[in-house]
């Protein structure tokens, strides 16, 4: 404190602090000097404005509260708790408690994250900080999250998987309050190179050419910055500022120290370790410094107050940072290269090793961005079972700059309607083995194109241990799966869906995680409770699988970060977030509905976790305004869709999970004469307040896949080829398969989703290799060469494209709600009309009507656009050309004034258009 040198300058103006030293923009652009910036975000605000307004608002509550008046601040504006139930006219005063409580606890919850975070942008970045990253001063740093832990390293191939070698003893600075470990592996000076004057000594890993190129040397810069802004005696330096402290460290906790507190010895008092420091440094020599010194008013603090006289205070605050004279020090990528090899090489193996009361372990660190999870065989790209439990590790991801991935696209626009392909990776190929991430950019993105479809939804991408839970029991968040390749792989599929106009969405599964200790969260640090409840709430009920402590803040720092994650670093523009009813009741969903909205509020509604879904839609549509998040939800939670400012809970869309087991339960239980038409219909149509909500499929990939059957092999999969009634029934099961496509798809909601191969009727279920088929990859697959040859599924393949160019064209999903306006279960007629286009279904099995009367809302002439019987679709092409065109009848038919008549053959469905309006 006696001379405050150069080097101590620079950093005091110019280096953050750890926390803060390394994030993603100084990585891959060396050092910039950030300002406060204005944002986006409605419901964010700095630490410093929360904490300067707090003393203020506190005492206008007081003062309204004598006057008996509410109060409300600038944030509150707008906001209503219960306003979406004003606005459907719900009335329950215990649910609406119940939002008025969540709201208050939301407040309580933000207060929380601002005394650690300066906004809430900050809290969903945690991957600028923790994690491996690269920082300017020629350096790796690592951060991590472990309050359990005593010791932490980072261990590897680099370093012969020490806990001690290249970790402790070159920077390791250990925990601070929260729990958060910080490391620096120093990258190694090459043979024949001498190190750096300067320990901050900083270069641009990107770059090759900047002003510490320029040939200026480091005598230079002193001398001109000792003669131009510097006081003298100010131009000292020290040769490395983190040997004190990584010795210190080492000593007081490393894995050699003493294991208990009876072990350490006393550290001493504050007043003698200050007196000792005076004693060490009485003779140092007199430099025109400022005078420090310290008040001791008598009181018993451990810290004492440090006094700098006041002009010298005045004067130091005058200065403005010495930074034209630091950036002459720094020097590029091309100095970098000649001096340096990184202390932890692109593609080392690692993992995070903790130092416990309970013993030493190592684990795949928590924000690692790529992990093997076992040895594969990277011919068949399929994982021995033996290999399957083999101990994982982390890999490095930090490929140099010319070789890194770079961006040649731009994301779509956000479309009116989403026609959602959704799709697994590993399976996506031909072959019984793993596809890739490169064999499904190159083979299926340019299918999805041509199928008509704008988005893509991905299952199972983000790491998982076992290959045949899908993908859902995720063992590491932030890393893509390595069965299918890197993430520059994973970056390249992205960025060429977007270069064909489709948008990319994730399947997140934020809702549980798998319960594996040796990868994954379980038991990370030691711990139990370290991600997780402990206890049964810790546990699903019936998955197995390990439920998130939503309520502690660093849990939803890591959750709200890797949402921010994927779309920053992979330019993903969406979620469908799985299984909500997992998290958001504590039996797990897994109880009877009664219907009532006392439901929806009772004990077993877990408010943290609503809390959780609250900030992760307000944080990510701040954040990234075109991003679309889906809800998927099987109990119909009120508020999923409405705004988060009127008690909602802010999702994009909703899932209509009813539909496909509707249509499962028909097929399967019910001879197609029983079939209910209201029941069809109102389930359909859901909740009618929510309809331009809705996304709606016939079928996803649970109806297909371990066990289950897609509605094509339920059609088709009895059906003896030689047997004499084999012809009736597959015609039977196209006209179905066509026409519960097409009113799924048609009468309701702005969103469809179709899972790969339903478009073309994929006559097999998905089953991936485990015990029970001994690990067969036979139905892990999709049969595309089904398309190539004339038939049933090519037919199949026809229809459904021309269905996507219904939307593009007309606009189908983009159009407000259909008025329905007639459903006879009698004949099993259902039609409604969608804007200026008619749907007609006549799901009779054998009733045939050659005029059939259906009202409409305008007199004019209407044009058959799509009729399921084509014989280019495998229909039999009853209707015939001159058909194509009805003109109305001034006729009362189901409440409208015209009508049409219309050839309606068994097992049917058309669409016709107005084409001109007839005034009369």
Same mark, same amino acid.
Request: charged share 25%; glycine share 8%; net charge negative.
């Given at each position: 404190m006696a001379s405050l040198s150069l080097q101590s300058r620079l950093c005091f103006y110019s280096a953050p602090s750890a926390l803060h030293s390394n994030s993603r923009?100084?990585?891959?652009?060396?050092?910039?000097?950030?300002?406060?910036?204005?944002?986006?975000?409605?419901?964010?605000?700095?630490?410093?404005?929360?904490?300067?307004?707090?003393?203020?608002?506190?005492?206008?509550?007081?003062?309204?509260?004598?006057?008996?008046?509410?109060?409300?601040?600038?944030?509150?504006?707008?906001?209503?708790?219960?306003?979406?139930?004003?606005?459907?006219?719900?009335?329950?005063?215990?649910?609406?408690?119940?939002?008025?409580?969540?709201?208050?606890?939301?407040?309580?919850?933000?207060?929380?994250?601002?005394?650690?975070?300066?906004?809430?942008?900050?809290?969903?970045?945690?991957?600028?900080?923790?994690?491996?990253?690269?920082?300017?001063?020629?350096r790796v740093d690592y951060m991590e999250w472990a309050p359990g832990a005593r010791y932490c390293a980072i261990v590897g191939d680099?370093?012969?998987?020490?806990?001690?070698?290249?970790?402790?003893?070159?920077?390791?600075? /250990?925990? #601070?309050?929260?729990?958060?470990?910080?490391?620096? $592996?120093?990258? &190694? +000076?090459? *043979?024949?190179?001498?190190?750096?004057?300067?320990?901050?000594?900083?270069?641009?890993?990107?770059?090759?050419?900047?002003?510490?190129?320029?040939?200026?040397?480091?005598?230079?810069?002193?001398?001109?910055?000792?003669?131009?802004?510097?006081?003298? /005696?100010? #131009?000292?330096?020290?040769?490395?500022?983190?040997? $004190?402290?990584? &010795? +210190?460290? *080492?000593?007081?906790?490393?894995?050699?120290?003493?294991?208990?507190?009876?072990?350490?010895?006393?550290?001493?008092?504050?007043?003698?370790r200050y007196k000792a420091w005076k004693e060490q440094h009485k003779d140092d020599p007199p430099g025109n410094l400022p005078p420090f010194d310290v008040i001791d008013n008598g009181k018993e603090y451990d810290i004492y107050n440090v006094f700098i006289d006041p002009p010298w205070r005045e004067k130091f605050r005058a200065k403005k940072p010495p930074i034209p004279y630091w950036l002459e020090t720094r020097k590029g990528r091309k100095a970098w290269l000649k001096k340096y090899s990184p202390g932890i090489p692109h593609g080392s193996r690692y993992r995070v090793y903790f130092n416990t009361p309970n013993g030493p372990l190592e684990r795949v660190p928590a924000w690692a961005t790529y992990v093997k999870p076992g040895e594969v065989n990277e011919e068949l790209r399929t994982w021995p079972p033996d290999a399957e439990g083999s101990q994982a590790y982390a890999i490095h991801w930090e490929p140099p700059p010319e070789s890194a991935y770079k961006w040649k696209h731009s994301r779509p626009n956000k479309p009116r309607s989403l026609r959602i392909y959704e799709c697994h990776v590993g399976i996506s190929g031909s072959e019984p083995k793993i596809s890739s991430f490169n064999e499904f950019t190159k083979n299926v993105l340019p299918h999805v194109k041509?199928?008509?479809?704008?988005?893509?939804?991905?299952?199972?991408?983000?790491?998982?241990?076992?290959?045949?839970?899908?993908?859902?029991?995720?063992?590491?968040?932030?890393?893509?799966?390595?069965?299918?390749?890197?993430?520059?792989?994973?970056?390249?599929?992205?960025?060429?869906?977007?270069?064909?106009?489709l948008l990319v969405f994730l399947d997140i599964v934020h809702s549980y995680s798998a319960p594996d200790e040796m990868v994954g969260l379980s038991l990370f640090d030691g711990s139990n409770d370290c991600y997780f409840h402990s206890g049964k709430r810790g546990q699903h009920k019936y998955w197995g699988t390990r439920m998130f402590k939503y309520g502690d803040p660093d849990v939803l720092h890591y959750l709200l970060s890797n949402l921010n994650w994927w779309v920053v670093e992979y330019h993903t523009d969406g979620f469908q977030f799985h299984s909500l009813s997992s998290m958001m009741y504590t039996h797990n969903g897994?109880?009877?509905?009664?219907?009532?909205?006392?439901?929806?509020?009772?004990?077993?509604?877990?408010?943290?976790?609503?809390?959780?879904?609250?900030?992760?839609?307000?944080?990510?549509?701040?954040?990234?305004?075109?991003?679309?998040?889906?809800?998927?939800?099987?109990?119909?939670?009120?508020?999923?869709?409405?705004?988060?400012?009127?008690?909602?809970?802010?999702?994009?869309?909703?899932?209509?999970?009813?539909?496909?087991?509707?249509?499962?339960?028909?097929?399967?239980?019910?001879?197609?004469?029983?079939?209910?038409?209201?029941?069809?219909?109102?389930?359909?149509?859901?909740?009618?307040?929510?309809?331009?909500?809705?996304?709606?499929?016939?079928?996803?990939?649970?109806?297909?896949?371990?066990?289950?059957?897609?509605l094509a092999e339920m059609l088709f999969g009895q059906i003896n080829e030689h047997s004499p009634d084999s012809k009736d029934l597959i015609l039977k099961g196209c006209s179905l398969y066509r026409m519960t496509r097409l009113i799924t798809f048609t009468i309701c909601g702005r969103a469809f989703l179709s899972f790969m191969g339903n478009e073309f009727g994929h006559p097999k279920r998905v089953e991936f290799p485990m015990s029970s088929n001994n690990f067969s990859y036979a139905l892990a697959m999709r049969r595309w060469e089904l398309l190539e040859a004339e038939g049933l599924h090519r037919d199949f393949f026809s229809f459904d494209k021309d269905m996507m160019?219904?939307?593009?064209?007309?606009?189908?999903?983009?159009?407000?709600?259909?008025?329905?306006?007639?459903?006879?279960?009698?004949?099993?007629?259902?039609?409604?009309?969608?804007?200026?286009?008619?749907?007609?279904?006549?799901?009779?099995?054998?009733d045939s009507y050659e005029k059939y009367q259906v009202g409409v809302e305008e007199a004019g002439e209407y044009q058959l656009i799509l009729n399921t019987d084509e014989k280019e679709y495998g229909g039999q092409g009853l209707i015939g050309c001159d058909q194509y065109i009805q003109r109305t009848i001034s006729r009362r038919v189901d409440g409208l004034r015209n009508c049409l008549e219309v050839p309606l053959p068994n097992r049917i469905a058309q669409v016709y258009k107005l084409k001109r309006i007839l005034r009369i």
């Open positions: 923009h100084r990585r891959r652009h060396g050092f910039s000097i950030q300002f406060p910036r204005k944002t986006d975000l409605k419901t964010v605000c700095s630490a410093a404005e929360h904490s300067q307004q707090q003393p203020q608002q506190s005492s206008e509550k007081q003062a309204m509260r004598k006057k008996g008046k509410g109060s409300t601040t600038d944030a509150d504006k707008g906001v209503d708790p219960v306003g979406f139930l004003t606005k459907l006219g719900i009335s329950h005063k215990a649910f609406a408690q119940f939002l008025r409580e969540r709201h208050k606890a939301l407040k309580d919850l933000k207060d929380e994250i601002f005394n650690r975070h300066l906004n809430l942008k900050e809290m969903a970045s945690g991957f600028e900080i923790l994690g491996m990253h690269r920082h300017v001063e020629h680099f370093n012969g998987w020490s806990p001690t070698e290249n970790c402790a003893r070159e920077g390791h600075f /250990g925990h #601070d309050d929260y729990g958060y470990w910080f490391i620096i $592996l120093e990258d &190694k +000076l090459k *043979e024949g190179e001498k190190p750096d004057e300067l320990y901050f000594q900083q270069y641009n890993y990107v770059d090759d050419y900047d002003k510490g190129d320029s040939g200026i040397t480091v005598e230079e810069i002193f001398k001109k910055a000792n003669d131009e802004y510097w006081e003298p /005696g100010e #131009d000292r330096f020290l040769k490395n500022r983190f040997e $004190l402290p990584a &010795k +210190l460290y *080492e000593q007081w906790f490393g894995p050699n120290s003493p294991q208990t507190y009876e072990e350490l010895e006393p550290i001493p008092d504050a007043e003698t041509n199928a008509g479809y704008n988005a893509i939804q991905l299952i199972g991408v983000i790491e998982h241990k076992d290959y045949y839970t899908v993908g859902y029991r995720v063992t590491n968040l932030f890393a893509v799966s390595s069965r299918f390749g890197t993430p520059d792989d994973f970056k390249r599929l992205v960025d060429e869906a977007h270069g064909l106009g897994f109880a009877s509905f009664t219907g009532d909205m006392e439901d929806y509020c009772n004990q077993y509604v877990d408010r943290d976790a609503l809390l959780y879904l609250i900030l992760a839609n307000d944080i990510l549509h701040a954040l990234h305004p075109n991003i679309i998040t889906i809800a998927e939800d099987a109990t119909s939670y009120p508020g999923l869709c409405e705004p988060t400012s009127q008690g909602g809970l802010g999702f994009d869309y909703y899932v209509n999970l009813s539909v496909p087991e509707m249509w499962s339960s028909l097929l399967e239980n019910t001879p197609d004469q029983d079939w209910s038409m209201s029941k069809i219909v109102g389930t359909l149509i859901g909740n009618r307040c929510y309809a331009d909500k809705m996304l709606v499929y016939a079928e996803n990939h649970n109806q297909s896949i371990s066990g289950g059957k897609s160019k219904l939307d593009e064209k007309e606009g189908v999903l983009s159009r407000s709600f259909p008025n329905i306006h007639h459903v006879n279960d009698s004949t099993m007629v259902i039609s409604y009309m969608r804007g200026p286009l008619l749907f007609i279904y006549n799901f009779h099995p054998t």
